[in-house]
């Protein structure tokens, strides 16, 4: 018969072995997740993350004073391109990959294999 101690010991090591697999599955799936987006045109946007939801799904107005995305200006200057795709496509690497290159990535080929050498 296990005793309190025992079974602590138990979850401790569960939780260790539960950690571990979530680190090391982590970045896998979010590749994983960011291929589909793409592959099906599903954009943050779509997904509504970030808002907040009142009864019955629709969205609580913003808070008075608060600025609302729309609001919002869009600052800061260009970024130079750091991919390259076969086509001349290119991409900064901000925002979510494009999908010429989740493509290819989905195809096995790697990411740096079309980043822009200075």
Known sequence: ????????SQIEKLQKQASE??????????QEIVVKMQAFGITARDLDLGKRRG???????????????AAAKKT?????????GPQ??????????PRWL????????????????D
Do not use: Y
Not at 76 to 84: H, I, T
């Open 76 to 84: 800061g200057s260009p970024v130079a391109a750091k991919f390259r």
């Open 102 to 117: 989740s493509a290819l990535v989905a195809q096995g080929q790697a990411k740096e294999n079309f980043a822009i050498k």
């Open 55 to 69: 009864a019955k799904g629709k969205t609580k107005a913003a808070l008075p004073g608060k600025r609302t995305p």
């Open 21 to 30: 697999i979530k680190t090391r599955e982590f970045d896998k799936t979010v």
């Open 88 to 97: 001349g496509e290119t991409w900064s690497g901000r925002g979510l990959m």
């Open 1 to 8: 018969m296990s005793n309190l101690i025992d079974i602590q």
